[in-house]
């Protein structure tokens, strides 16, 4: 049993708790815990007494996740919906840390649902003096585990200096655009094999250490809500045939029809076929059944494009919404609201 790694037999709880567990399994071990009574497996009284200090410890996964500074940056949220992120899987706290050649990965948290991905590292040198900028990258490869790739973009540097000041310590992100979203749940191994120097543009530098930090992480949908809208709206003088709306509370999806976002394309003299933007519909803001307006103000465009003759637009929300508060979508200059039925 003294052989056995216990780190690795409790890994998707919180650190406290599985801190909590090792100390119980550990006061097993010595005599200070006392064992159930007439059991006869020790590793059954073992696992029964875990799960004791498990429960003892936690209300829930939502009442325990403590979510990081950054993430909270990235994704701005009160404490009521982080913590409804976590219970609906939208946000999740990781624990695995890797440290080689003198330096330390950790991932900390993911953020995701069915349209987009973040994930969240902290890459710390044992060397004090060594400064990590912004202009460091690292060497990063992605495996699906014999899956398809469900990204049609994937993003991911160290932050920058105004997010961060310059030290021997940095955050490093992962963002991605899901191509096409998925029933079931896939793992992604990442494997970081260097920290590399500032580079020329777009070009990696040398490397400053080399090493083997690989990471298992889970993409997971979530299912949005729809709303079949099929209704005409004014948006910035012209008539826009609006067929759904999807969200969820970190992002939305916009579907209109082909004939009213061509008038809204004349009007802003823009050309959709060469990647141009409607600036009519940019997502800037939604309404709550209470009256209360959340504007946009650095939304993300993820895709936007056509689907079988319709505009389709997705995008990630910088504010968390309360989905089911949601009365209409707000777009344009204007504000133009498209009101839910």
Same mark, same amino acid.
């Given at each position: 049993?003294?052989?056995?790694?216990?780190?690795?037999?409790?890994?998707?709880?919180?650190?406290?708790?599985h801190q909590t567990?090792?100390?119980?399994? +550990?006061?097993?071990?010595?005599?200070?815990? !006392?064992?159930?009574?007439?059991? =006869?497996?020790?590793?059954?009284?073992?696992?029964? $007494?875990?799960?004791?200090?498990?429960?003892? *410890?936690?209300?829930?996964?939502?009442?325990?996740? =403590?979510?990081?500074?950054?993430?909270?940056?990235? /994704?701005? %949220?009160?404490?009521?919906?982080?913590?409804?992120?976590?219970?609906?899987?939208?946000?999740?706290?990781?624990?695995? *840390?890797?440290?080689? %050649?003198?330096?330390?990965?950790?991932?900390?948290?993911?953020?995701?649902?069915?349209?987009? /991905? @973040?994930?969240?590292?902290?890459?710390?040198?044992?060397?004090?003096?060594?400064?990590? *900028?912004?202009?460091?990258?690292?060497?990063?490869?992605?495996?699906?585990?014999?899956?398809?790739?469900?990204?049609?973009?994937?993003?991911?540097?160290? #932050?920058?200096?105004?997010?961060?000041?310059?030290?021997?310590?940095?955050?490093?992100?992962?963002?991605?655009?899901?191509?096409?979203?998925?029933?079931?749940?896939?793992?992604?191994?990442?494997?970081?094999?260097?920290?590399? +120097?500032?580079?020329? =543009?777009?070009?990696?530098?040398?490397?400053?250490?080399?090493?083997?930090?690989?990471?298992?992480?889970?993409?997971?949908?979530?299912?949005?809500?729809?709303?079949?809208?099929?209704?005409? @709206?004014?948006?910035?003088?012209? $008539?826009?045939?609006?067929? %759904?709306?999807?969200? *969820?509370?970190? &992002?939305? =999806?916009?579907?209109?029809?082909?004939?009213?976002?061509?008038?809204?394309? !004349?009007?802003?003299?823009?050309?959709?076929?060469? +990647?141009?933007?409607l600036s009519s519909?940019?997502?800037?803001?939604?309404?709550?059944?209470?009256?209360?307006? #959340?504007?946009?103000?650095? @939304?993300?465009?993820?895709?936007?494009?056509?689907?079988?003759?319709?505009?389709? !637009?997705?995008?990630?929300?910088?504010?968390?919404?309360?989905?089911? !508060?949601? &009365?209409?979508?707000?777009?344009?200059?204007?504000?133009?609201?498209?009101? /839910?039925?």
């Amino acid at each position: 049993m003294k052989n056995r790694n216990w780190n690795y037999e409790f890994p998707e709880v919180p650190e406290h708790v599985h801190q909590t567990v090792l100390s119980t399994l +550990a006061g097993l071990e010595d005599g200070k815990v !006392k064992r159930v009574k007439r059991m =006869k497996k020790g590793k059954i009284a073992i696992l029964i $007494a875990a799960a004791v200090a498990v429960l003892g *410890t936690t209300v829930s996964a939502a009442e325990i996740f =403590k979510w990081n500074k950054r993430a909270a940056e990235v /994704f701005v %949220a009160d404490e009521a919906q982080q913590k409804e992120l976590v219970t609906e899987q939208i946000a999740r706290e990781e624990y695995q *840390t890797i440290s080689d %050649a003198g330096l330390t990965i950790r991932a900390i948290q993911t953020i995701q649902d069915n349209n987009c /991905f @973040y994930a969240l590292f902290e890459i710390t040198a044992e060397d004090e003096g060594m400064q990590i *900028t912004e202009n460091h990258s690292m060497g990063v490869l992605f495996d699906y585990q014999g899956d398809e790739n469900p990204f049609c973009v994937l993003e991911w540097g160290f #932050v920058g200096e105004r997010q961060q000041t310059v030290s021997n310590s940095r955050y490093f992100e992962i963002t991605g655009t899901k191509a096409e979203p998925g029933q079931e749940d896939l793992n992604m191994k990442i494997q970081f094999s260097s920290l590399n +120097a500032p580079g020329a =543009k777009a070009v990696d530098g040398e490397p400053v250490l080399e090493g083997n930090w690989e990471f298992l992480l889970n993409l997971h949908t979530t299912a949005p809500v729809r709303y079949e809208i099929n209704k005409e @709206y004014q948006i910035a003088d012209c $008539a826009v045939m609006v067929k %759904a709306v999807e969200l *969820t509370p970190i &992002s939305v =999806k916009l579907v209109c029809d082909m004939e009213g976002v061509r008038l809204l394309e !004349k009007q802003e003299g823009v050309n959709l076929d060469q +990647a141009d933007q409607l600036s009519s519909l940019f997502i800037n803001g939604i309404k709550y059944q209470d009256g209360t307006v #959340v504007e946009e103000e650095g @939304y993300q465009e993820l895709q936007v494009g056509w689907e079988d003759d319709m505009y389709t !637009k997705t995008a990630r929300l910088t504010n968390v919404i309360d989905v089911e !508060k949601v &009365s209409a979508l707000l777009v344009g200059e204007n504000m133009d609201e498209i009101v /839910f039925p």
